[in-house]
Nanobody, 124 residues
Framework: QVQLMESGGGSVQAGGSLKLSCEVSGRDYHTYYMAWFRQAPGKEREGLAAIGSDGRTRYADSVKGRFTISEDSAKNTLYLQMNSLQVEDTAMYYC??????????????????WGQGTQVTVSS
């Protein structure tokens, strides 16, 4: 059973940066996808960035050029570097894992393993 635990959320002013981490345990598949999602109050959970076991990345248009997904396999940790944060980026951020391959790595229904989330608040 894959377990995920996010950290690194907090409060920041617009234009600032944060780096989220997601510790992964129980992942023993060679083929996988890992992703970051967010959900603001009253909105759908939105896929932001994904990375496959082959290293390929995919980004939502809303964060392309500002957010960077990466992973440290040795540390079993997934990261999301967030730069140029905007008030609209305020949300609960979640990491997710799929043990297998997908053609839709930013779709919520793709993932069955989720962390508890970490809150990011951006003020003007």
């Amino acid at each position: 059973q894959v377990q995920l635990m996010e950290s690194g959320g907090g409060s920041v002013q617009a234009g600032g940066s944060l780096k989220l981490s997601c510790e992964v345990s129980g992942r023993d598949y060679h083929t996988y996808y890992m992703a970051w999602f967010r959900q603001a109050p009253g909105k759908e959970r939105e896929g932001l960035a994904a990375i496959g076991s082959d290293g390929r990345t995919r980004y939502a248009d809303s964060v392309k050029g500002r957010f960077t997904i990466s992973e440290d396999s040795a540390k079993n940790t997934l990261y999301l570097q967030m730069n140029s944060l905007q008030v609209e980026d305020t949300a609960m951020y979640y990491c997710a894992a799929l043990m297998g391959w997908t053609s839709v790595p930013l779709a919520r229904h793709t993932y069955s393993n989720w962390g508890q989330g970490t809150q990011v608040t951006v003020s003007s």
